[in-house]
């Protein structure tokens, strides 16, 4: 329903943001930039990102582009999915908070029914 919608509006327009060659720059924009974000990640964040990202100075530049050739939703996803999937990773390679396997109570710890 949507989608006739705005198709009714605009029936000659076309997202040129969404073509391939379009997506390919954005995605190649996106992989620089994390890219650079994992190659400084030992320099301390002073930029914010959308959805509360942190980056260092050095990937501004990178940064502009990634934001210059992708639509701002997609940006806002692609943040949202690292940010994601920095969090599991950190919490797999956190052994330290592991506690092992857990114990389940034993049949004998169970009173019989009276």
């Given amino acids: 329903m949507a989608l006739e919608a705005y ?4 029936p000659d327009s076309v997202q040129v943001d969404v073509l ?8 190649k924009a996106r992989d620089a930039f994390y890219a650079c974000l994992e ?4 320099k301390k964040p002073t ?12 990937c501004k530049g990178s940064r502009a582009e990634f934001v210059k050739l992708c639509r701002a939703s997609w940006v806002k996803h692609f ?7 920095k969090r599991v990773q ?9 506690r092992g396997p857990l114990s389940l109570p ?4 169970f009173k019989p029914p009276s």
């Fill in 7 to 10: 198709a009714s509006r605009n």
């Fill in 20 to 27: 391939l060659k379009a997506r390919e720059a954005c995605y």
């Fill in 39 to 42: 190659n400084e990640s030992n």
């Fill in 47 to 58: 930029e914010i990102a959308s959805v509360g990202l942190l980056y260092p100075a050095e």
């Fill in 79 to 85: 943040d949202r999915q690292y940010c994601q999937n």
């Fill in 90 to 98: 950190r919490l797999l390679d956190d052994k330290g908070s592991r």
């Fill in 106 to 109: 034993q049949p004998y710890t």
